[in-house]
Structures are given as structure tokens and as C-alpha cells.
């Protein structure tokens, strides 16, 4: 089965979480995308903006399982995600090329706190920085 190198910015950025999923990969990598922002409605998206920077895992795993991932938000929340081609930088300092699944539905509805809280504890794990963890509570 062919593996794929994705950039999750969301819960999924969490190795725990995609365990729930029943997805276990064995490369993960924190990481950031440079000329995104982070904006969480119902669930989580990226925006272009050329003065943000967006935190996550780099995540190597089947094409199979991005489906089932990206299956069940669709299934669940009606919301669809598509890959797009991006560069992200390792904490080492290495760019590395991936893909990065963003959505063009337009959603104004207000976050669950839950879910809030499940991103705060995602980025907390992968100890990046606290403004980012400002910069998220800030949609509550």
C-alpha cells in the first residue's frame, strides 16, 4: 500500500487521535506552513495569508486511511476537504514538499469549546509555541 507525506493542522495533527481513527503511522513530525492562517468554524481550515504561519504534524501514512480521514469529516460534518500541494518546514530546518487538505466551503458557524480544547491539547503535545495556543483559544 502506497504511502502518502500529509501535513494535518487539525486533531489529526495528534498521533493519539489518529489512533481513535484506528490510523497508526510511524513517522511524525511536527511542523509549520508558512503564508496560511489558522481559522476554526465548525471544525478547523487554512486561509492564504502571506504574514501567518500554521502549526501542525507532518504524517506519513497510507492513501487508504488520508480517504477514511477525510471520508468521515465529510460524513460527519458535511464538510469537504481537498489536497492541495504545499512546502513545509521541519523543525530541523528542512523544507520538505506534501500535501495539505484545505476546504473552499465557507463556514461562519461557531466552534464546539470541545473541539477548542482538543486542538489546545494537540498543539500542547507537540509543544509549539504558547501564542499559538493563544492564537487558538481566541475562536471561543
Known amino acids: 500500500m502506497e504511502n502518502t507525506w500529509v501535513f494535518f493542522y487539525g486533531t489529526f495533527m495528534s498521533s493519539k487521535i489518529l489512533k481513535g481513527f484506528g490510523v497508526v503511522c510511524k513517522e511524525t ?48 460534518f458535511n464538510i469537504e476537504y481537498h489536497p492541495q500541494g504545499v512546502k513545509v518546514n ?28 482538543e486542538m489546545i491539547d494537540c498543539v500542547a503535545e507537540l509543544n509549539f509555541p504558547e501564542e499559538y495556543i493563544q492564537h487558538i483559544k481566541s475562536f471561543t
Not at 487554512?46 to 469529516?73: A, C, P, Q
Open 29 to 76: 513530525y511536527p511542523a509549520k506552513l508558512e503564508g496560511f492562517k489558522l481559522v476554526i468554524n465548525h471544525r478547523v481550515n487554512l486561509e492564504k495569508d502571506d504574514t501567518s504561519t500554521v502549526y501542525g504534524s507532518l504524517v506519513n501514512i497510507s492513501n487508504k486511511d488520508v480517504s477514511k480521514l477525510y471520508n468521515e469529516i465529510k460524513n460527519k
Open 90 to 117: 521541519l523543525m530541523t530546518g528542512e523544507t520538505k514538499p506534501v500535501i495539505c487538505y484545505i476546504s473552499s466551503d465557507k463556514d461562519n458557524s461557531t466552534p464546539d469549546p470541545n473541539y477548542i480544547k
